[in-house]
C-alpha cells in the first residue's frame, strides 16, 4: 500500500513565524502536491513537485514555498505565517507514465492554526 | 482553464436510502481523466474511481456506481443502500491531458446517512 505521511496532525503557530510542514512517501512516486482544504472551497493545489529540485506553483502559491532535496520529501514552508493561512493542508504523490495521469495518495493532513 | 462544480454542499438521507451526488466539469482538453475520492471524518482522501474521457461505460462496484455522460459533461456518483459509514466528504476532481498531473477538484458533497 502506498503510505504518505505528514510530520503533524495538529499545529498551533503564531503570526510571524516560520513554519514547515514536511510530508513523506514510500512508493518511489514522482510527482508530490501540497493542497490546501478550506469550507466550501474543495482543495487548492498550491504548488506541485514532478521531480527532485523541480516545482511548479500551483493556484493559490502566494505565501508559500516549497523545497524538494530528496524523491521520498516535500515541504512546505510558510516563510511569514499570516492567519488566512490557517487551514488543513494535504499532501499527495502520484506516479508518472507518460501523459496518463494517475489517481494521487493522500496523507492525513496537518490542521494548523495561526494564532 | 479547467472547473468542476459539485452543486450539492450538504445532502442528508436515512440509512438504506439510494443517493446521487451531482458533478459537473469544464476542459477544453479532448483527452482527460475523473476522479472521485472520499473524506472520511478521519481526514484523509482515500480515492475512489478514475475514468478517461474515452471511456463512457458505466461502472459499478459493489453499492457504488458512476454514472459518466460526456453529453453533459457529467460524472454522478451513486451510493444504492446507503449506510452510516457512507457518511464524508466525497469530492470530484478532473485532471486535462494538458494539465501535467494536476487536479482540479470540486467543492466536495458532504453526506450525512443518519440510521
Known amino acids: 500500500d502506498v503510505k504518505v505521511t505528514q510530520s503533524s496532525r495538529y499545529l498551533v503557530k503564531r503570526t510571524g513565524e516560520k513554519v514547515f510542514l514536511e510530508c513523506v512517501q514510500d512508493m518511489d512516486h514522482e510527482n508530490m502536491f501540497w493542497y490546501r482544504q478550506d469550507p466550501g472551497l474543495g482543495l487548492r493545489l498550491i504548488y506541485f513537485s514532478y521531480d527532485v529540485k523541480m516545482k511548479e506553483k500551483g493556484d493559490i502559491p502566494e505565501g508559500y514555498s516549497v523545497s524538494r532535496e530528496k524523491k521520498e520529501r516535500f515541504s512546505l514552508i510558510l516563510e511569514s505565517a499570516s492567519t488566512n493561512q490557517t487551514s488543513m493542508y494535504l499532501c499527495a504523490s502520484s506516479p508518472t507514465a507518460g501523459t496518463l495521469t494517475y489517481e494521487q495518495y493522500f496523507g492525513p493532513g496537518t490542521r494548523l492554526t495561526v494564532t | ?115
Open chain 2, 1 to 115: 482553464a479547467q472547473k468542476v462544480t459539485q452543486a450539492q454542499t450538504e445532502i442528508s438521507v436515512v440509512e438504506k436510502e439510494d443517493v446521487t451526488l451531482d458533478c459537473v466539469y469544464e476542459t477544453r482538453d479532448t483527452t482527460y481523466y475523473l476522479f472521485w475520492y472520499k473524506q472520511p471524518p478521519s481526514g484523509e482522501l482515500v480515492f475512489l474511481i478514475r475514468r478517461n474521457s474515452f471511456d463512457e461505460q458505466n461502472e459499478i462496484s459493489g453499492r457504488y456506481s458512476w454514472n459518466f455522460q460526456k453529453s453533459t459533461s457529467s460524472f454522478n456518483f451513486t451510493i444504492t443502500a446507503s449506510q452510516v459509514v457512507d457518511s464524508a466528504v466525497y469530492f470530484c476532481a478532473l485532471s486535462g491531458i494538458n494539465a501535467g498531473n494536476m487536479l482540479t477538484f470540486g467543492g466536495g458533497t458532504r453526506l450525512m446517512v443518519k440510521p
